[in-house]
Structures are given as C-alpha cells and as structure tokens.
C-alpha cells in the first residue's frame, strides 16, 4: 500500500511541476539598427569620414533584412556621403543620415 501512496505521489508531483511554464512570448521584439546611427553622428561630429566608412557599410547593408526599404535609402545616401569632399558637407550628410534613423 504504502509503495502505491508512494507512486501516486511521485506522479501527482510529476503532472504538477511538469506543466505550464512553456508559454512562449508571440511579441516580436525589433533591435534598432546596429550601431549606424551611432557612427553617422560621429561622422558628424568629426567630419571624418575615411576611418569610419567600411564600417558605416556593413551597418547599414545589415539593416537590409529588418528595414529593407530604409536601408536601401540610406546606401543610396552613403554613396553620396563618400562623394563629398570637406568637413562641413560630410558632416551635414551623415547628420541628415542619422536623423532619418
């Protein structure tokens, strides 16, 4: 009798801490973009475009899959930005770049 008691508990125990607990969340959490808002306002602040320039790429390239169409308009914009020459314009492009960030 007491080895049923036993196993009646030991599946009662079982059943309980066994279910619930495996609620997954449906909320899509989105990442802000990398960091190229971050590297836009530093070109900005710098006028420096050369030491930040691969690096602005791959950012915004990376947005591609989460925000493909802003993405699209801000390579288009970068390809500008690596046109421009003098502090002054590089810094109002990658400025005008992270405000659409």
């Known amino acids: 009798m007491s080895t049923l008691r036993c196993l009646a508990l030991a599946l009662f125990l079982g059943s309980v801490i066994g279910c619930g607990g495996g609620h997954a969340s449906s909320q ?15 070109i900005a602040a710098s006028g ?10 791959e950012e915004l390239e990376g947005m591609g899959e989460s925000h493909p169409e802003k993405a699209q308009e801000l390579l288009a ?12 314009k590089i810094k109002a492009k ?8």
């Open 28 to 42: 899509s959490v989105e990442p802000p973009p990398p960091s190229a808002k971050a590297t836009l306002q530093e």
């Open 77 to 88: 914009d970068y390809e500008q930005l690596t046109t421009l020459s003098g502090a002054d």
């Open 48 to 57: 420096k475009l050369s030491a930040k320039k691969t690096q602005l790429k």
């Open 94 to 101: 990658a400025q005008e770049m992270a405000d659409k960030l």
